[in-house]
Structures are given as structure tokens and as C-alpha cells.
């Protein structure tokens, strides 16, 4: 992975239990990454389905629920 890239944590991992990712943006792409892991993997988005997930979680469009809990 490319050293120079400057990630950024959300102010809001500060009051979790440290379950958060790290973003970065290099060459039109948004990279995410594991804060607890930062030699592991990135995934990569494009910057128009990074705005488009964003866009989701602002407006509410995903409602959260624990993982592995089936939408009724």
C-alpha cells in the first residue's frame, strides 16, 4: 500500500470500541480500511458509489441492525 496516502478516521470512532475504518482518496477512488488492521487490505469505490453509499447513510435509506439479522 502506498505509504504517502493521509487517512482519516471519523470523529465518530472516538466514541465506539474502536470498530471503525479509515479513508483515504488517491486518483479519483476512495479507499477504506480497517483502523485495527492498517497493513491489511483497502477497498476501493469509485467516487461516484462512495457519494451514493454517503447519500444512503444520511438519508436513512439502510436502517441498522445487528449483523446476521434478517430485514422483516
Known sequence: MD????F???TYSRMSD???VECASHAGRVLVRDSQ???GA????????W???LH????AAWSARPVGESRA
Open 56 to 59: 444512503g447513510l444520511r438519508t
Open 3 to 6: 505509504t504517502s496516502l493521509s
Open 51 to 53: 457519494v451514493g453509499f
Open 18 to 20: 474502536g470498530n471503525c
Open 8 to 10: 482519516t478516521t471519523s
Open 37 to 39: 488492521n492498517r497493513a
Open 42 to 49: 483497502c477497498l476501493t469505490f469509485d467516487a461516484a458509489s
